[in-house]
C-alpha cells in the first residue's frame, strides 16, 4: 500500500507507441476488469497500456457529480503489478462526444495510439449516442489487422460484477463486502491540513485529511482503520471519522480525521493512506465533551480488537 511502484499517466498525444490497449472506465478494478487487462499483457504486440476517459462522461454530458472508486493516481499504482506500462486518460469533451463511434475507432484508436491490440468488456459502448458496440470495433479493426479481445461479463452467485455494486457496499459502510468485490481492500489519501485542534482539547488528537473531492467514500460514521504515511512501509491501528461534527461543531461541515492508536507522530502536512477496514457505528451527538471522549475511548477499544491488536 505505501510502495511507490507507479505507472506513468499520459495524454494521448504522449504515450509510448505502439499499444496493446484495454479500454473501458475500470473503477474499482475488480475481477472483471482484470480479466479484460490481462488479455492484453501476455505477449509483445504492443506495450500493455490501459485506456480510460477523463473526467466521467456523464460529468460532462450531463453535469452529473461522478466521484471515482479509484483516482487516476490510484488506479496508476493498482495497474503496476498487473503488468501494465501506462496508463492514459483520454479527456472527455463535449466534441469528443460528438465524435461517431467510427471517428473514435480509427482516429484515436488506430491513428494516435497505434493499437496492434485492442480489449474491451462484452457491454462496453462507445462513440456518439452510445452507438459503438463490440461488433463494430471487431468489423473495423480487422480491417486495419488488429486483433480484438472481447471479455464476457464476469458474473457470481449475486448477479454480474460491476462498479455499482461497490458504490452500494461502501454506501452501506459494508468495507467486507467491498474487499470481496475488489478483490483488495478500499483506501483514500489525503494531505494532513490544520484543523481546530478540539480532539488534542479531550485527549484525542486527529489528523485532519484533505481529501480529494472526486473520491467515492464510505458511509459517514467511525472506522477502525489502518494509516500508513505515503512512501513509508509501517501500518497504524486507527481510528477514523468521517461526516461532521455533531458534538463539538454541529455547523461544520463533514470532515474526515485520523487517530493512531498509542502513537505520538507529528504529522503536520503528511500524506496519509487509510484503509477503513469495520464500520463501529454512526455518528451520535453527545451531550458534553466529556461523554464524546469516553465514547472515544470506546471507539478505541472496539477498533483494536476488529484489528486484531492486543
Given at each position: 500500500m505505501c510502495t511507490s511502484n507507479f505507472i506513468p499517466i499520459y495524454s494521448p498525444k504522449q504515450v509510448r507507441l505502439p499499444t496493446a490497449l484495454a479500454l473501458g472506465s475500470f473503477d474499482g478494478l475488480h475481477a472483471g476488469h482484470r480479466r479484460v487487462i490481462n488479455s492484453i499483457t501476455n505477449d509483445e504486440i504492443g506495450i500493455p497500456t490501459v485506456v480510460?476517459?477523463?473526467p466521467h462522461p456523464r460529468e460532462v454530458l450531463y453535469e452529473e457529480s461522478r466521484l471515482r472508486i479509484d483516482l487516476p493516481s490510484e488506479k496508476a499504482y493498482l495497474l503496476h503489478p498487473l503488468k501494465v506500462k501506462q496508463l492514459v486518460l483520454i479527456p472527455f469533451t463535449k466534441n469528443l462526444s460528438n465524435l461517431r463511434a467510427t471517428e473514435f475507432i480509427e482516429d484515436m484508436l488506430i491513428r494516435t495510439l497505434k493499437a496492434k491490440k485492442i480489449a474491451i468488456g462484452a457491454n462496453f459502448r462507445f462513440g456518439r449516442n452510445r452507438e459503438g458496440d463490440a461488433s463494430l470495433l471487431?468489423?473495423?479493426?480487422s480491417?486495419?489487422?488488429i486483433e480484438v479481445c472481447i471479455i464476457p461479463i464476469l458474473k457470481d452467485e449475486k448477479g454480474r460484477m460491476s462498479s455499482s455494486?461497490?458504490?452500494l457496499a461502501l454506501t452501506n459502510g459494508d468495507l467486507n463486502n467491498a474487499k470481496k468485490l475488489m478483490g483488495r481492500p478500499y483506501c483514500l489519501q489525503g494531505k494532513v491540513v490544520k484543523g481546530k485542534s478540539l480532539g488534542t482539547s479531550i485527549g484525542w488528537p486527529t489528523a485532519n485529511l484533505e481529501v480529494d473531492g472526486r473520491k467515492f467514500l464510505p458511509a459517514i460514521g467511525v472506522y477502525s482503520a489502518w494509516t500508513w504515511i505515503k512512501n513509508e512501509k509501517e501500518r497504524f491501528p486507527s481510528v477514523m471519522n468521517l461526516g461532521p461534527q455533531p458534538t463539538v461543531d454541529p455547523k461544520s461541515p463533514s470532515a474526515l480525521e485520523v487517530h493512531l492508536l498509542d502513537q505520538n507522530i507529528d504529522l503536520k502536512d503528511k500524506e496519509l493512506i487509510v484503509e477503513p477496514v469495520k464500520r463501529l457505528r454512526s455518528q451520535e451527538r453527545f451531550n458534553s465533551l466529556e461523554e464524546?471522549?469516553?465514547?472515544?475511548s470506546l471507539d478505541a477499544l472496539s477498533a483494536k480488537q476488529s484489528l486484531i491488536i492486543d
Amino acid at each position: 500500500m505505501c510502495t511507490s511502484n507507479f505507472i506513468p499517466i499520459y495524454s494521448p498525444k504522449q504515450v509510448r507507441l505502439p499499444t496493446a490497449l484495454a479500454l473501458g472506465s475500470f473503477d474499482g478494478l475488480h475481477a472483471g476488469h482484470r480479466r479484460v487487462i490481462n488479455s492484453i499483457t501476455n505477449d509483445e504486440i504492443g506495450i500493455p497500456t490501459v485506456v480510460t476517459f477523463w473526467p466521467h462522461p456523464r460529468e460532462v454530458l450531463y453535469e452529473e457529480s461522478r466521484l471515482r472508486i479509484d483516482l487516476p493516481s490510484e488506479k496508476a499504482y493498482l495497474l503496476h503489478p498487473l503488468k501494465v506500462k501506462q496508463l492514459v486518460l483520454i479527456p472527455f469533451t463535449k466534441n469528443l462526444s460528438n465524435l461517431r463511434a467510427t471517428e473514435f475507432i480509427e482516429d484515436m484508436l488506430i491513428r494516435t495510439l497505434k493499437a496492434k491490440k485492442i480489449a474491451i468488456g462484452a457491454n462496453f459502448r462507445f462513440g456518439r449516442n452510445r452507438e459503438g458496440d463490440a461488433s463494430l470495433l471487431k468489423e473495423i479493426a480487422s480491417k486495419a489487422n488488429i486483433e480484438v479481445c472481447i471479455i464476457p461479463i464476469l458474473k457470481d452467485e449475486k448477479g454480474r460484477m460491476s462498479s455499482s455494486r461497490i458504490r452500494l457496499a461502501l454506501t452501506n459502510g459494508d468495507l467486507n463486502n467491498a474487499k470481496k468485490l475488489m478483490g483488495r481492500p478500499y483506501c483514500l489519501q489525503g494531505k494532513v491540513v490544520k484543523g481546530k485542534s478540539l480532539g488534542t482539547s479531550i485527549g484525542w488528537p486527529t489528523a485532519n485529511l484533505e481529501v480529494d473531492g472526486r473520491k467515492f467514500l464510505p458511509a459517514i460514521g467511525v472506522y477502525s482503520a489502518w494509516t500508513w504515511i505515503k512512501n513509508e512501509k509501517e501500518r497504524f491501528p486507527s481510528v477514523m471519522n468521517l461526516g461532521p461534527q455533531p458534538t463539538v461543531d454541529p455547523k461544520s461541515p463533514s470532515a474526515l480525521e485520523v487517530h493512531l492508536l498509542d502513537q505520538n507522530i507529528d504529522l503536520k502536512d503528511k500524506e496519509l493512506i487509510v484503509e477503513p477496514v469495520k464500520r463501529l457505528r454512526s455518528q451520535e451527538r453527545f451531550n458534553s465533551l466529556e461523554e464524546l471522549s469516553n465514547q472515544i475511548s470506546l471507539d478505541a477499544l472496539s477498533a483494536k480488537q476488529s484489528l486484531i491488536i492486543d
